[in-house]
DNA sequence: TCAATACTCTCG
DNA sequence: TTGACGAGAGTATTGA
């Protein structure tokens, strides 16, 4: 059953489709569904199940849909994102002849209404009123049913038209539903919240810093180290937090650094830069994650961050607010399990450079990759069994390194992985030439920007070199691109067949683990301790069934390590 | 005065 | 300016 779900001035127009986007005969006109009675028919329908199957919802955006549904205690097996798969679709090299692709501009809106990106916890949950149309909600800008399901309508011909070769279809069509499953993940997992213990948060800010002081002051360790570093340095008014004062202060005391980022400060001996570097870090820590961070993110023992699914034009996730996607080792030990529960963190070793192997069918580095882990394997095949250097020229292939050691090490890896190298050499020079990569599922790189073809044109010497530098940099882009887009391929079916496993261990076995956080090849799960094992299995199960669904039968490992833990600082 | 850019840190 | 790939975010500084 397929439900499309529209907005409607006075709640939502819910119609029943067909796969192809017809309506179905039995209920030809949309029905209108006040704002309030929403949860409870959405509910209904879905446990409906009238072949055992539970409904594909199809709506224009699971963000604009599904966080109120969670707040009304409405959970949801599948659904469609028309504006998540329209733009995979829009660019797509696998329909890339399509009528759909042709007239993407029209289709594919820009949301004008994104919130300024600043640091501004997310509005507490919508009430059920408030879905359709509070003052400055995000608004639909499909409005009507017929025009959604027109554009469902558009969308599946345009799959339907893909070849079937190489299943190119199939593959299309396992991505845009595991993009549609990545929209209910986000939600659900902005829903559950990270585990986040603010006294211990608290306990750390407090041994680091000392006590919280009052708004505009610097804690107490921070203006410690201030004051010494104005007497080392004789600078008796210095803003160590000032680039350009920082930089003064040093040259004047014999320090000649270029800039004032702390690898570079470390070359020095000088005494003032111990505490230089002291001072850097605390900052860092009360400017990004101090007391005002867990005030604005933190209530109710969850940190409740904001993903944008497709973010990233890799296909990786993005995160608005809260630095969700770079919490600091740091605190980490105030990610913390409720009483009876564990932490489970697990992450997909050595993700792309497997990736990789899987996508040029490197049968040399197979082998190399059958091993627990892989740089080690590649050492022993290619470098002598030094495995810094295999690591090294490995990553230095896969991100277009032309220099330094990695540069050196690379007619090495070629000689011993030929197909491997081959593969994104490929996929550089297509950047460079203008054209786009694809990832496995087909997902496909932005045109060249105005920047590039500008540069194109141009005619002097100087100017050559230029465009030269900007084909080189979006060589090294699409270069990475078929890798870590593939990843996130990989990483897409992961999470959502551990979706699908997790939501099975809940109806059947009544056990309530919860995914809760998800950073690029790592998942966190929150569990009862007694459904530890069981949540290991559906993460090890999900991982082969990724790899399987992407590449079919290959001889190429994906391994995930596992830790269970209480406190995330434990977890590697 | 205030928005845009630069710098530096964090994460994968 | 040839800087190894992709991000978010806070503070200082610049520039209209």
């Known amino acids: 059953m397929y439900l499309l779900l529209a907005a409607h001035p006075h709640g939502a127009a819910l119609q029943e489709l067909t796969q192809a986007g017809h309506p179905v005969p039995a209920t030809p006109e949309p029905r209108l569904i006040s704002s309030g009675e929403l949860a409870a028919v959405v509910r209904d329908l879905e446990n409906r199940r009238p072949n055992g199957q539970r409904p594909r919802w199809i709506w224009h955006r699971t963000q604009d849909w599904y966080p109120a549904l969670l707040a009304a205690g409405v959970e949801l097996e599948r659904c469609y994102d028309l504006s998540l798969c329209g733009n995979i679709l829009a660019v797509s090299t696998f329909t890339a002849h399509t009528d759909y692709a042709r007239n ?10 994104l919130p300024p990106r600043t640091l501004q916890p997310p509005p507490p949950p919508a009430d059920q009123g408030a879905l359709f149309d509070a003052p400055g909600s995000r608004q639909e800008i499909l409005r009507s049913p017929e025009e959604l399901r027109a554009e469902y309508a558009a969308q599946q011909v345009a799959l339907a038209s893909v070849s ?11 991505l845009l539903a595991a993009e549609s499953a990545a929209a209910m993940i986000a939600a659900e997992m ?26 505009g002051h610097r804690p107490a360790k921070l203006e410690a180290l201030n004051q010494e570093l104005r007497e080392l340095l004789n600078s008796p008014t210095l803003n160590p937090d000032s ?43 009360h400017a990004a994650n101090g007391w005002a961070w867990l005030d604005a993110w933190v209530h109710g023992g969850r940190f409740r961050p904001e993903y944008v699914v497709g973010g990233v034009v890799s296909g990786r996730w993005a995160s608005r607010g809260g630095g969700a996607l770079q919490i600091p080792r740091q605190i980490r030990g105030a990610v913390h399990a409720d009483p009876g529960h564990k932490l489970i963190v697990a992450d997909a070793s050595q993700l792309e450079p497997r990736v990789l192997v899987a996508l040029a069918r490197d049968p040399s580095m197979a082998e190399a990759a059958r091993n627990q882990d892989l740089y080690a394997g590649i050492a022993a095949k290619g470098f002598g069994g030094d495995r810094a250097k295999a690591k090294m020229a490995l990553l230095g292939a896969m991100y277009g390194a032309t220099s330094g050691e990695a540069g050196r090490l690379m007619p090495q890896l070629a000689k011993t992985f030929p197909r491997a190298v081959d593969f994104v050499e490929q996929a550089a020079r297509a950047g460079e ?9 087909g997902r496909s790189s932005p045109p060249p920007s105005e920047r590039w073809f500008q540069s194109q044109r141009s005619a002097s010497a100087e100017e050559q070199r230029r465009a030269e530098s900007i084909a080189r940099s979006r060589g090294r882009f699409t270069r990475n691109f078929v890798v870590q887009g593939s990843a996130a391929d990989w990483a897409a079916c992961w999470l959502a067949e551990l979706r699908r496993r997790l939501r099975t261990l809940r109806s059947d076995g009544h056990i309530n683990a919860e995914l809760v956080f998800f950073l690029h090849d790592e998942v966190m799960v929150h569990a009862p301790a007694e459904a530890v094992d069981a949540c290991i299995a559906a993460i090890e199960e999900a991982a082969s069934a990724a790899k399987e669904l992407l590449f079919g039968p290959i001889p190429v490992e994906f391994p995930v390590s596992v830790a269970v833990v209480d406190s995330y600082d434990n977890a590697k």
Do not use: C, F
């Not at 993407?104 to 209404?113: G, H, T």
């Not at 079937?164 to 396992?174: A, D, I, T, W």
């Open 104 to 113: 993407a501009e029209r289709v594919v809106v820009e949301d004008p209404l």
């Open 164 to 174: 079937p070769e190489e299943n190119r279809r199939s593959r299309l069509q396992l």
């Open 190 to 215: 902005q829903h559950a919240g990270v585990p986040w213990r603010e006294d211990l948060h608290g306990q750390i800010l407090a041994d680091h810093l000392g006590p919280r002081p009052p708004i």
């Open 243 to 285: 680039p350009q004062d920082l930089m003064r202060a040093l040259h004047r005391n014999g320090i000649e650094v270029k800039t004032t980022r702390k690898w570079e400060l470390r070359e020095s001996t000088h005494p003032a830069i111990g505490p230089l570097l002291a001072y850097k870090q605390l900052s860092r820590l």
């Open 433 to 441: 030439a203008g054209g786009t990569v694809t990832t496995r599922l």
